[in-house]
């Protein structure tokens, strides 16, 4: 199997406050993560990609100080998005992959995680 | 920039109909996934298509990599409102790591 989880599932702060959110491989492990950012009735936007042990690589445009992504085992990555403004409201979606580069880049999701910023 | 292209963005159809849905781009895919994401929910892995010429079918849907690996398209036979909702082609170009994603097509099946 491949199954990731993600939680919260759907979380509601308050502007200012911080959201971490987990994203985890619950039967395998995953050297790499990735973090999507979906808006309604678009695609997936890439923001980060997460290797275990290492910083995270982020997409142009998306700010790392804003967006702390933790990589700290090959089953667990988690997203903070700190000092959260209603912009940040947003759907957003892990992804793990099996193995490594070079193999089919198979990437199986999270059930994502729906943020609402007030 | 390497992009590809997905079409069509939206397809409204009735149920029972055929579809057919694309993915293109000008370079060489190593290997090609499909994803279909329903409201609310994560994508969810439907198929990976490596070889050029490949056809793998599941039920009703059946996927085709083109000969040159940098196409690929996806035909439901007989759509049911159960199909609806965003398909998604996503590609890892040949020498490369990172994953392509389409924008995405958003089907509904009326009953």
């Known amino acids: 199997g491949a199954v990731v989880s993600q939680h919260p599932s759907r979380v509601i702060c308050k502007s200012g406050t911080s959201v971490k959110i987990e994203c985890r491989s619950l039967?395998?492990?995953?050297?790499?993560m990735f973090w999507y950012r979906q808006f309604p009735k678009q695609s997936l936007m890439l923001m980060a990609t997460?290797?275990?042990?290492?910083?995270?690589?982020?997409e142009q445009g998306v700010e790392k100080d804003k967006f702390l992504i933790n990589h700290a085992s090959l089953t667990l990555s988690t997203l903070t998005v700190t000092s959260a403004h209603p912009e940040d409201s947003s759907f957003y979606i892990c992804s793990a992959r099996k193995g490594l580069a070079g193999g089919y880049n198979e990437q199986f999701f999270g059930p994502g995680t729906r943020l609402t910023v007030l | 920039t390497q992009l590809l292209e997905q079409s069509p963005q939206f397809l409204s159809i009735q149920e029972g109909e055929n579809l057919t849905v694309y993915c293109n781009s000008s370079s060489v895919f190593s290997s090609l996934q499909w994803y279909r994401q329903e409201p609310g929910e994560g994508p969810v892995l439907l198929v990976t298509v490596v070889t050029g010429g490949e056809v793998k079918k599941l039920k009703r849907l059946t996927f085709q990599f083109g000969d040159a690996r940098k196409d690929s398209s996806l035909h439901i036979t007989a759509a049911q409102p159960g199909d609806t909702g965003l398909y998604l082609c996503?590609?890892?170009?040949?020498?490369?790591?990172?994953?392509?994603f389409g924008a995405g097509t958003r089907l509904f099946v009326k009953a």
């Open positions: 997460s290797n275990e042990g290492s910083k995270a690589t982020y």
């Open positions: 039967d395998f492990q995953a050297t790499t």
């Open positions: 996503a590609g890892a170009y040949t020498g490369g790591f990172k994953t392509i």
